[in-house]
């Protein structure tokens, strides 16, 4: 069974610092990993998907490595923004999604 | 265009009570999946269907849980004999195909409260 874990569980940090968030999985036999963020109540808006053969995909201040061999991937946001806090989610898909528990971000103006 | 829409986006229950939720999904997307996410946790996988059928059905907690997809497109989840344990917030996403390229995109769920 695939156990996905996202480390840390919360972050807090000053405006403009960039984040770092992880993600780890034990069956590297993945199709994809996605990237999510959920706000409080909300349901989950996808920010980047990386393709098993892919090492890494941007999509403006957000980029995401995806080492497949090793089971890890990375979230990296640069200059964070009061806005960008929510709980960031990670998910691999062998046709259905198993996720973690989510990092919840603070980003302090 | 329209994203995935679920409806009602709360419902409250009592104990022993049948609900359905009701998932809209992305025009074309032939693939739809149902999960389950408590509080505090990541959403998990509930059911699965390409098409009209469900093709991985082994998320569902127990017989009291089933979910049909009878035209290919909208899809019912229903809940039977509810318990307090089956509250949860029941997220529906559609994919325009399953495997490798299929990126899912979620809709805002439906908040169940048994009480």
């Known amino acids: 069974k695939q156990e996905v874990t996202q480390i840390p569980a919360a972050l807090s940090v000053p405006e403009g610092e960039n984040l770092v968030l992880n993600c780890s999985f034990t069956?590297?036999?993945?199709?994809?990993l996605q990237w999510f963020r959920q706000d409080p109540g909300k349901g989950l808006t996808s920010l980047l998907l990386?393709?098993?053969?892919?090492r890494e995909q941007t999509s403006g201040r957000l980029n995401a490595s995806l080492d497949k061999s090793s089971g890890r991937s990375t979230l990296y946001i640069a200059a964070s923004q009061p806005g960008d806090s929510a709980t960031y989610l990670c998910a691999v898909n062998f046709y259905k999604l198993s996720f973690g528990a989510g990092t919840t971000v603070t980003v302090r103006a | 265009g329209a994203g995935v829409s679920q409806t009602p986006s709360n419902k409250v229950t009592e104990k022993g009570k049948y609900v359905e939720l009701r998932c809209d999904p992305i025009?074309?997307?032939?693939?739809l999946y149902w999960y389950r996410q408590s509080l505090g946790q990541g959403p998990e996988f509930l059911i699965y269907?390409?098409?009209?059928?469900?093709?991985?059905d082994s998320g569902l907690p127990n017989d009291r849980f089933f979910a049909v997809r009878p035209e290919g497109s909208v899809s019912t989840l229903k809940i039977q004999r509810t318990e307090r344990g089956d509250s949860a917030v029941y997220l529906c996403?559609?994919?325009?195909?399953?495997?490798?390229?299929?990126?899912?995109?979620f809709g805002p769920g439906t908040r169940l409260t048994v009480t």
């Open positions: 069956d590297s036999a993945i199709y994809n």
């Open positions: 996403a559609s994919s325009k195909t399953s495997g490798n390229l299929g990126e899912q995109y």
């Open positions: 025009s074309g997307h032939t693939a």
């Open positions: 990386i393709q098993s053969s892919q």
């Open positions: 269907f390409q098409g009209t059928g469900a093709a991985d």
